[in-house]
């Protein structure tokens, strides 16, 4: 089996963990390649040298599964690389939160022995896609989580006039908005009281951050539908984020947003749900007692 993995630069209470995930790898026979700054890491801080094939890089590589070792945002980083090459990523949280890199490092043996036997399913996650001005093309344009536009500075807020299939939707006066996707529901949409939307819903959410007026509402759309912003901002510029990757644009920009033509494939273990997810990771139906005050 060919095996990619990419981890981020925080692991260093995880040191038995990863040298007994990559043991086991290769125990089962695994071919490995690795994400060079991962190894670097691991060789630096850890005077552990993994046993590769060979380094990731931009260049075509034939993959059966990818292994992001990490938090959401070693996630998103392992989605961008991936991006059209129809590899399914595992995500393994050795990070806080984590819903899209959901399996635990307690269960890594037993999860590694199901991936070889292909006990797993693959769920497929809708992207977004934005279209700017040519002279920022060196931008990766897609999103798993969301589109974030926002301002840059403290002192005003933007305007975003928006538009649904070219009809004319509201201005908003805030300090910025999301456009987010089921997967990037549950991530910045959720700190704005945004709603968690099922990965399997065919829908994106429109989401104001810090709206001027407390009547704007998220809003939850179809994914078919196309989008288009008109931004304005008094200090001459603002940003956009795509999944935590920013630029920034000058005042009067306008931008155009849609379904991405192609899906993000996760592993997921057969065993494991969404639902399990949320009340894990939010704990739903939990004893909160112990957090009341006491008379």
């Not at 949280?93 to 999860?111: M, P």
């Not at 945004?194 to 994106?204: D, E, T």
């Not at 990757?245 to 920009?253: D, E, K, L, N, Y």
């Amino acid at each position: 089996m060919r095996i990619g993995i990419f981890g981020n630069n925080y692991q260093t209470k995880k040191q038995k963990f990863i040298k007994l995930f990559f043991e086991h790898l290769l125990k089962l026979g695994a071919k490995i390649w690795i994400d060079r700054p991962f190894y670097n890491y691991l060789f630096k801080y850890f005077a552990f040298v993994p046993k590769a094939e060979g380094f990731i890089s931009k260049k075509p590589l034939s993959l059966d599964i990818v292994f992001s070792i990490g938090g959401d945002g070693t996630f998103l980083r392992t989605a961008n690389w991936v991006g059209h090459r129809n590899i399914p990523i595992l995500g393994i949280n050795t990070g806080h939160l984590g819903f899209l890199a959901d399996i635990s490092t307690f269960e890594i043996v037993e999860v590694l022995n199901e991936i070889f036997q292909s006990k797993y399913s693959v769920e497929e996650r809708s992207l977004l896609q934005i279209e700017f001005a040519s002279q920022y093309c060196y931008m990766k344009n897609y999103a798993l989580n969301e589109i974030a536009i926002l301002k840059r500075d403290t002192s005003s807020m933007i305007s975003i006039s928006t538009y649904l299939n070219e009809l004319f939707l509201t201005k908003y006066l805030a300090d910025g908005l999301l456009l987010a996707t089921p997967s990037g529901s549950t991530a910045y949409n959720l700190s704005v009281n945004g709603p968690i939307i099922v990965p399997q819903a065919h829908n994106f959410v429109l989401s104001p951050v810090a709206p001027h007026s407390l009547n704007v509402r998220p809003l939850v759309i179809p994914e078919d539908y196309k989008m288009r912003f008109i931004v304005k901002s008094r200090s001459k510029n603002f940003l956009v984020s795509l999944d935590g990757r920013s630029r920034i644009f000058p005042s009067g920009s306008i931008f155009k947003a849609q379904k991405a033509n192609f899906t993000i494939k996760i592993a997921k273990r057969l065993n494991h749900n969404f639902y399990d997810t949320l009340r894990e990771k939010l704990s739903w139906g939990g004893d909160t007692s112990k957090y009341k005050m006491i008379n």
